[in-house]
């Protein structure tokens, strides 16, 4: 009977019949079968003995919890770890190349990877179901949240695994560093399962503020919100409280739901184009730029939707607002710095671009559509885009918002001054990203070998060097205010310095980075005349 089901999933799906005939083996299966049982049967026993005949739906209640537990770290960690290790081995083997020469579509062969790669794990956690939903509706607990459970833990599979696939796509740097990258994968999705699960479980904990996105990963909060009484919190789940944008989201179980399912849906939909994309060309940049002007938008409407609402008659502007706004400024600083790394393309493509422009094949094309979108372009306008959409909302907020402090019974950004000097920060923040990112393609230029490696390390001296000099020799801001200017941090500076000194720091930046971007456009022009004169030499 396996053997005809297997052959019937060949015809719907070649590579899940591949991967299926590789690993539903006697005994593999008999494995898995024998170790699902068993650990039911010492789950049940274990428990049994501690209660009494009068507390059975403490019983169940006690199984229903512990299989949870059980779903999520099993399904997660051990299938994060499969997916990544078994493309490692299919890299290393050269068998991945082949895969991507079959005329299957990159959907089918990643579902394919999706459901036939943890199946093993699959199959022992169906056996366990019927215990866990025999527990469950034992413990009085009602089916539409089990079934709701069934549904986010599905959904986070899918992100988790497609995250997986993304990471092993791209460990193929080295065959010693291969067989870690499974390891290294799985070790961090358990470190997120379970910090996250900590601040589920604690309590007064609340999830109005930035890192609140990052925690709707984890199933662990809707199961908490799911089965209230599974656990013993004060304040209950810290979903009864959720907004987005000031919705309340927390008050109804199928907005929870809903918007659990969602939040994974469009980013697992997202991360699979990005593995489509790369699949048939793992050589090119992991993503387009168009697809970073999306990501970016993206994050900064989830991550300003749980922000902006701060009650600030209860709470302190520097332990609530001001703390949300730096992880913020933080978040925005990595994604810029990664989208810099990502999208600058390297010598040989922006030659080649320079060369088919300079010969005029793509004159058809407008310049900045090319710098907008071609792949090949440098990077410049790209960043310059995406660093407009972080702006954006920090512009509205500015505009809007007056926000009390409670520590000097006043109101910041009171003024017009006060709200001219951010934005002027503002704009400092947006010329010294720009310097990074010319400095980067810069670098990425040049003939050297090794030149990301380069092009990270000038990058993070850059960044990096002069806030710690200033604390290596105990050097305040409000001592040298204007050298903090110009380090990573130049909104340390605007409550020390005045809006002439930050409005000449912006003149500073503007002028530095206008001589760079003379540079690059000179050295991208050279390029492209340099290669259409030895092209024509060797015909």
């Known amino acids: 009977m396996m053997p005809n089901l297997i052959d019937k999933i ?7 019949f591949r991967e299926l005939k590789g690993r539903l083996k006697f005994f593999n299966v008999a494995i898995a079968v024998a170790t699902s049982l068993l650990l039911q049967l010492v789950l049940f026993s274990y428990q049994l003995p501690q209660f009494p005949d009068d507390t059975w739906p403490e019983h169940w209640e006690h199984i229903f919890l512990t299989l949870s537990v059980i779903f999520v770290f099993t399904l997660l960690v051990a299938g994060t ?8 081995k299919e890299e290393t083997r050269g068998t991945l190349n082949f895969i991507r020469l079959s005329p299957q579509s990159e959907t089918s062969i990643l579902t394919g990877k999706l459901l036939g790669v943890p199946s093993l794990i699959y199959l022992s956690i169906l056996l366990a179901v019927p215990l866990h939903l025999w527990a469950g509706l034992s413990a009085k607990i009602a089916f539409s949240g089990i079934l709701s459970y069934y549904a986010i833990l599905a959904a986070s599979c899918i992100f988790f695994y497609s995250a997986a696939l993304l990471l092993g796509l791209f460990s193929r740097s080295g065959s010693s560093f291969q067989p870690l990258v499974g390891f290294l994968g799985s070790s961090v999705v358990l470190l997120f399962l379970f910090i996250t699960m900590v601040l589920a479980s604690s309590d007064s904990n609340t999830l109005n503020n930035s890192t609140a996105w990052f925690r709707l990963f984890n199933p662990w909060d809707v199961t908490n919100y799911l089965f209230p009484n599974l656990f013993h919190i004060s304040d209950g789940s810290a979903l009864r409280n959720l907004q987005f944008f000031y919705l309340p989201l927390g008050t109804s179980v199928v907005s929870v739901v809903g918007f659990h399912l969602l939040n994974f849906g469009l980013c697992s939909y997202g991360i699979l184009q990005v593995v489509k994309r790369n699949f048939r060309n793992p050589k090119g940049s992991i993503i387009s730029k168009e697809q970073s002007y999306l990501l970016v938008a993206f994050c900064q409407l989830m991550m300003w939707g749980f922000t902006v609402q701060t009650d600030l008659n209860n709470e302190r502007w520097d332990e609530r607002v001001g703390g949300n706004l730096v992880l913020l400024a933080v978040y925005n600083l990595v994604l810029i710095l990664s989208l810099i790394v990502v999208l600058s393309p390297h010598r040989q493509d922006v030659q080649d671009w320079a060369r088919y422009r300079h010969q005029g094949v793509s004159s058809r094309k407008n310049l900045w559509q090319d710098l907008i979108s071609a ?5 410049l306008v790209a960043i310059a885009i995406n660093l407009t959409i972080v702006t954006i909302p920090w512009l509205v907020w500015v505009s809007l918002t007056s ?19 951010v934005l002027l920060a503002i704009a ?30 000038t990058l993070g001296t850059a960044m990096f060097l002069p806030p710690i000099i200033l604390q290596f020799l105990d050097i305040s801001s409000s001592e040298y205010p204007t050298v903090w200017l110009f380090s990573t941090f130049p909104w340390a500076a605007i409550q020390y310095c005045g809006v002439t000194t930050i409005f000449m720091a912006l003149l500073a930046e503007l002028s530095i980075l206008t001589l760079l971007n003379f540079q690059l456009t000179k050295r991208v022009r050279l390029a492209g005349e340099s290669a259409t004169k030895a092209l024509l030499a060797g015909r």
Do not use: C
Not at 81 to 88: C, E, F, M, P
Not at 403 to 421: C, E, G, P
């Open 10 to 16: 060949g015809d719907w799906n070649p590579q899940l």
């Open 81 to 88: 770890y499969l997916i990544i290790n078994d493309l490692a």
């Open 375 to 379: 792949e090949k372009s440098p990077a």
């Open 403 to 421: 926000v009390f402090d409670a520590n000097n019974d006043q109101t910041w950004l009171s003024s017009d001054i006060d709200r001219f000097k």
């Open 428 to 457: 400092l923040s947006i010329s010294l990203m720009m310097i990074y990112a010319t400095i980067a393609q810069l670098i990425l230029l040049l003939k050297t070998p090794k030149r990301s490696f380069w092009a990270i390390g």
